[in-house]
Nanobody, 124 residues
């Protein structure tokens, strides 16, 4: 079992930055691929970014590529999402998720554990 707790959400104007953090507890954090997803009102949950269990490989949704950066600190059991140049369309609840196995996933159904989410609101 892995427990995930997100923090760092809030309200910001377009062009601003936010840094989300996800603290993990429970089973061995290093063995999990860690992803960030988001869900806007009335929309399906969508992939944002993922980092491989080893930290050596990352992948991003096209909509955030070049603006968002995912990182992890296995010594501290945390994964972060640095979000720059935020746009109103980035407004959503952001979720941290953990997936076991060797291959990072980009679909919500592939993930085993989820945090409760943190709200990000970007105003124009």
């Amino acid at each position: 079992q892995v427990q995930l707790l997100e923090s760092g959400g809030g309200s910001v104007q377009a062009g601003g930055s936010l840094r989300l953090s996800c603290a993990a507890s429970g089973r061995t954090f290093i063995s999990y691929n860690m992803g960030w997803f988001r869900q806007a009102p009335g929309k399906e949950r969508e992939f944002v970014a993922v980092i491989r269990w080893s930290g050596g490989s990352t992948s991003y949704a096209d909509s955030v590529k070049g603006r968002f950066t995912i990182s992890r600190d296995n010594a501290k059991n945390t994964v972060n999402l640095q979000m720059n140049s935020l746009k109103p369309e980035d407004t959503a609840v952001y979720y941290c998720a953990a997936r076991g196995g060797l291959v990072p996933g980009t679909r919500p159904s592939e993930y085993d554990y989820w945090g409760q989410g943190t709200q990000v609101t970007v105003s124009s």
